[in-house]
């Protein structure tokens, strides 16, 4: 079992930057693939970026890519969102996501969501 915990959220204006942190309970973080997801008011929930066990690879939605960085702390268990040059259109709740399959992007644990809103 593994829990999940954002944090980091807030309100930003039109091009600032904001990093979320997603902390993770138990000794298996290391080897699950992490991914962050959002969920934007009347939207369904959908997927940001992706990082696999060792932090290697990663995977982003092509509406963030060039603006959005995944990374991840193994002796640290956490996973990060730099998100960088931010849009309106990118306010939704933030999910920290673990075990996150590639492809179709699901997940087996959530965490409890953060909320960013970006001003224009």
């Known amino acids: 079992q593994v829990r999940l915990v954002e944090s980091g959220g807030g309100l930003v204006q039109y091009g600032g930057s904001l990093r979320l942190s997603c902390g993770a309970s138990?000794?298996?973080?290391?080897?699950?693939?992490m991914g962050w997801f959002r969920q934007a008011p009347g939207k369904e929930r959908e997927f940001v970026a992706r990082?696999?066990?060792?932090?290697?690879?990663?995977y982003y939605a092509d509406s963030v890519k060039g603006r959005f960085t995944i990374s991840r702390d193994n002796t640290k268990n956490t996973v990060y969102l730099q998100m960088n040059n931010l849009k309106p259109e990118d306010t939704a709740v933030y999910y920290c996501?673990?075990?996150?399959?590639?492809?179709?992007?699901?997940?087996?644990?959530w965490g409890q969501g953060t909320q960013v809103t970006v001003s224009s």
């Open positions: 996501a673990g075990a996150v399959t590639g492809g179709t992007y699901e997940a087996a644990y």
């Open positions: 138990g000794r298996t973080f290391a080897r699950y693939s």
């Open positions: 990082i696999t066990w060792s932090g290697s690879t990663t």
